[in-house]
Nanobody
């Protein structure tokens, strides 16, 4: 029932910026805490940013000060603004409900390379 569609990924140079978007359906986004996760081959998915229904946010130390998570409950979307991207940010990025996630979407690939 729940569908999550991520978009906005791509190839960017180090120091560049990218904005990811997540479209959610089949859920009441306004009362759902949401998070952005990323995964690289051989590693578990890592929570990089989360936003509560009230709007408060938290970030992993690795992205703090560079990434900004936001939500638009009317459009049922969650965004991740990524600044000063580093090669170590390269991963497949996913959005999902936090902390009790639904089925995962396809994710969107972010590659930071020169």
């Amino acid at each position: 029932q729940v569908q999550l569609v991520e978009s906005g990924g791509g190839l960017v140079q180090p120091g560049g910026s990218l904005r990811l978007s997540c479209a959610a359906s089949g859920m009441i986004l306004s009362i759902s805490a949401m998070g952005w996760y990323r995964q690289v081959p051989g590693k578990q998915r890592e929570l990089v940013a989360r936003i509560r229904s009230g709007g408060s946010t938290n970030y992993a130390d690795s992205v703090k000060g560079r990434f900004t998570i936001s939500r638009d409950n009317a459009k049922k979307t969650v965004s991740l603004q990524m600044e000063s991207l580093k090669p170590e940010d390269t991963a497949v990025y996913y959005c999902n409900r936090y902390p009790h996630f639904e089925s995962w979407g396809q994710g969107t690939q972010v590659t930071v390379s020169s």
